[in-house]
């Protein structure tokens, strides 16, 4: 559990996270509307490079957003999407497959289908306002993924 009391808590976070990237890695974000899942990905994508004169939004109804940092990353909000087939038409498993990060809110119901190994980042809101990020790995890459993005934030678990 990463603790995450400020925006600069998260803006931290996501530093640890995009300096341990590599190409097609899968970050799966999780959490109510409001939780941080898009501000986690745009200090991400900033972390990567991606200037910030260019917006990063929730790709709501647009469902992709390409962004071309020091790795590729597509980021997507699948909080629409109909079924397995409209997912596949998206085509998010080949961009990992041509080297971009893949960074996909309201994913986990489709973490197989976008090629599994992923690091799924819960963002909670406690009732009292506490915010914190519940972070586990799903594969062999992910868990090397965590281990060395929390690393680099100095946390152990
Ligand atoms: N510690 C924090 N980490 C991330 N966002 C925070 C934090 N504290 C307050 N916020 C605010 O919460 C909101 C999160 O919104 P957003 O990232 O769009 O959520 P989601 O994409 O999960 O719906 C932003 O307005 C952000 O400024
Ligand atoms: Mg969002």
Redesign the pocket.
């Given at each position: 559990m990463v603790p995450?009391?400020?925006?600069?808590?998260?803006i931290r976070l996501a530093r640890a996270v995009a300096a341990a990237l590599r190409p097609g890695d899968l970050l799966i974000?999780s959490?109510?509307?409001?939780?941080?899942?898009?501000?986690?990905?745009?200090a991400l994508c900033r972390a990567l490079g991606v200037p910030s004169a260019e917006p990063i939004t929730?790709p709501t109804f647009t469902l992709v957003h390409e962004h071309a940092g020091s790795l590729p990353v597509a980021h997507a909000d699948l909080y629409r999407i109909g079924d397995e087939e409209e997912l596949v038409q998206l085509g998010l498993r080949d961009r990992r497959g041509e080297g971009a990060v893949l960074v996909v809110?309201w994913g986990a119901p489709y973490a197989a289908a976008l090629g599994g190994d992923a690091l799924l980042i819960t963002?909670e809101v406690a009732a009292d306002g506490a915010?914190r990020a519940r972070i586990e790995a799903e594969g062999g890459r992910a868990a090397a993924l965590l281990a060395a993005a929390l690393g680099g934030l100095g946390t152990s678990a």
């Open positions: 995450l009391p400020t925006r600069r808590a998260t974000l959490g109510d509307l409001g939780a941080g899942k898009t501000f986690f990905t745009r929730s809110e963002f915010r």
